[in-house]
């Protein structure tokens, strides 16, 4: 079945610049591949997603990039901020199993001001 | 809409009791499903249903969890015995048919705002 993996478990970076989160999966047949923020005590929310038809989808500072040879997907914060801090997890869909979500571990940003 | 509601927000139980978290997904969508979440574990899919059917229900831990879909609005997981590892956010999310790659798909997860858990 599918595997996703997501690194770095935390990230710190500064204010003002960039981040990048990165998952690798398994499944080759896998198509789609969204990627959720978890803010403190909140409930995951999707912020992107991508699907394997394409290989870049951007909206305003975020952006995932997909690169189905190697297998890999990432998420480009650029310009953070603060609100930027959050728990972000990414997932990809597995294909022979009604279609559902394999979630990575999520990774911790940290915004430092 | 609402989105998906969840109930109760809190629950502290002790150990042994019987502890029932419910679901409403939003209008129209035909999957359900029930995570865990810890700090130790991550996020864990445990169950979800298609239609009210449970279709995968390998990632419920043990007999001492059980999940019922009566009807497209509504849903409930529940523990009996519930031990301390118990313990946990338990969210709940639901989602509408359809998984085309070339057309807009309704692929979105939608989250409850989750149960907090704490059994003592």
């Known amino acids: ?113 | 809409d609402a989105g998906v509601i969840q109930s109760p927000r809190h629950e502290v139980t002790e150990m042994g009791q019987e502890v029932t978290l419910r679901c409403k997904p939003i209008s129209g969508h035909d999957y359900l499903f029930w995570y865990r979440q810890t700090m130790m574990r991550g996020l864990e899919l445990l169950i979800y249903f298609n239609n009210n059917v449970p279709i995968d229900d390998s990632g419920m831990p043990e007999d001492r969890f059980s999940a019922k879909m009566p009807n497209a609005s509504f849903s409930t997981l529940k523990i009996q015995p519930s031990e301390p590892r118990d313990s946990a956010v338990y969210f709940c999310a639901s989602r509408r048919a359809g998984n085309s790659v070339y057309h807009p798909t309704t692929d979105t997860q939608y989250f409850g705002p989750g149960t907090r858990l704490t059994v003592l």
């Open chain 1, 1 to 113: 079945g599918e595997n996703v993996e997501q690194h770095p478990s935390t990230l710190s970076v500064q204010e003002g610049d960039s981040a990048v989160i990165k998952c690798t999966y398994s499944d080759s047949a896998s198509n789609y591949f969204p990627w959720y923020k978890q803010e403190l005590g909140k409930r995951p929310q999707l912020i992107i997603d991508i699907r394997s038809n394409v290989g870049e989808k951007k909206d305003q500072r975020i952006a995932v990039t997909l690169n189905k040879t190697a297998k890999h997907f990432s998420l480009h914060i650029t310009e953070t901020q603060p609100e930027d801090s959050a728990v972000y997890f990414c997932a990809a869909r597995q294909m022979d199993s009604n279609y559902q979500l394999i979630w990575g571990a999520g990774t911790k940003l940290i915004i430092k001001p």
